[in-house]
């Protein structure tokens, strides 16, 4: 298989923000005796264009309906729980299982979205943060999305003991709250959360 269109499984190639929030997620699931395998992070369009081209299926359902993935913007993952099974490491492809619910609720509890939670085209072991700049190094007033930004505004009523309406729009309330939190650090009041201040905020 040409180089290109092999599968990723390396959360490094995945945007520096993805990867705290993935870090975090993943680190409470293992905390909850979950065994997470990441079956694939970044996609080259080469590799989306190639499974588009197949129409592989599994289970009775296409594997990618779109030439326009969010893998392919470095901010989605694939990940599912692994368990012994009859004495053999086992992956776990099935959205009723336990232990798959629970890495649902953990990855959405870090701002992904859960592609099991869709209303058409179901992407069970799927996680994403869309809308976000497949090079952006912050979110902020203008990079971010209701996922990620109702997790904000949760962690900043929890570490400054304030009342933001968690409501996952970005408003100026929410600037001036992430200007507070970054004082509290001792960091220039720029409205923004790098990698850093995004993993400060979240632990
Ligand atoms: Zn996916």
Same mark, same amino acid.
């Given at each position: 298989?040409?180089? $290109?269109?092999?599968?990723?499984?390396?959360?490094?190639?995945?945007?520096?923000?993805?990867? +705290?929030?993935?870090?975090?997620?993943?680190?409470?699931?293992?905390?909850?005796?979950?065994?997470? &395998?990441?079956?694939?992070?970044?996609?080259?369009?080469?590799?989306?264009?190639?499974?588009?081209?197949?129409?592989?299926?599994?289970?009775?359902?296409? %594997?990618?309906?779109?030439?326009?993935?969010?893998?392919?913007?470095?901010?989605? +993952?694939?990940?599912?729980?692994?368990?012994? %099974?009859? #004495?053999?490491?086992?992956?776990?492809? $099935?959205?009723?299982?336990?232990?798959?619910?629970?890495? %649902?609720?953990?990855?959405?509890?870090?701002? =992904?979205?859960?592609?099991?939670?869709?209303?058409? $085209? +179901?992407?069970?072991?799927? =996680?994403?943060?869309?809308? +976000?700049?497949?090079?952006?190094?912050?979110?902020?007033? *203008?990079?971010?999305?209701?996922? %990620?930004?109702?997790?904000?505004? *949760?962690?900043?009523?929890?570490?400054?003991?304030?009342?933001?309406?968690?409501?996952?729009?970005?408003?100026?309330?929410?600037?001036?709250?992430?200007?507070? =939190?970054? *004082?509290?650090?001792?960091?220039?009041? $720029?409205?923004? &959360? #790098?990698?850093?201040?995004?993993?400060?905020?979240?632990?």
């Amino acid at each position: 298989m040409a180089k $290109n269109i092999e599968q990723c499984r390396d959360i490094k190639k995945l945007n520096p923000l993805c990867q +705290v929030l993935l870090n975090l997620a993943i680190d409470e699931i293992e905390k909850n005796g979950i065994t997470p &395998l990441i079956v694939e992070t970044y996609r080259s369009q080469e590799r989306q264009n190639y499974l588009y081209a197949q129409g592989r299926t599994r289970e009775g359902s296409k %594997i990618t309906w779109t030439l326009n993935s969010i893998h392919t913007k470095k901010n989605a +993952v694939d990940l599912i729980p692994q368990r012994k %099974i009859d #004495g053999e490491m086992t992956a776990i492809w $099935n959205t009723k299982d336990k232990q798959t619910q629970k890495i %649902i609720e953990i990855m959405s509890k870090y701002g =992904f979205e859960a592609g099991a939670n869709w209303s058409t $085209n +179901v992407d069970s072991p799927h =996680f994403q943060i869309a809308n +976000v700049g497949i090079n952006g190094t912050t979110f902020d007033a *203008k990079n971010n999305n209701i996922f %990620i930004t109702k997790i904000i505004q *949760k962690a900043l009523n929890e570490k400054l003991d304030i009342h933001l309406v968690t409501d996952g729009k970005w408003g100026s309330l929410t600037t001036a709250a992430v200007n507070d =939190f970054r *004082k509290k650090n001792g960091w220039l009041k $720029n409205g923004k &959360l #790098g990698a850093e201040a995004l993993r400060r905020l979240l632990v």
